[in-house]
């Protein structure tokens, strides 16, 4: 099970179909919840999921710097992955740690 979490209304908007698709292969992939969020601050939303799927496995952050921050806060020391698709306007984090700036 793992948590896909994005903001429609940040970054991740800009990517349209591409993000689309990138969450039908993670759906067939295996079970997942989907977080979609317009709050200004996610960890709460993140981490309600995350209480209502206490099997998750992974955590998937769908965005930028601010939906991976508040995926990592929300984990709370909890020893779950955290994986990035960056969709976000900046994509600071993903930069620095050489993943594509395409997300597909």
Known sequence: MRLIVYNPRGGAAIWGWRLRAALEVLQLAG????????????????????????????????GGDGTVAACAAALDGRDIPVGIVPTGTTNVLAFELGLPSNPI
Request: glycine fraction near 4%; aromatic fraction near 0%; charged fraction near 20%.
């Open 31 to 62: 079970p997942h919840a989907l977080v979609a969020t317009e709050e200004r601050d996610m960890i709460g939303p993140v981490r309600r999921a995350h209480a209502a799927n206490p099997d998750a496995t992974a955590i998937v952050a769908c």
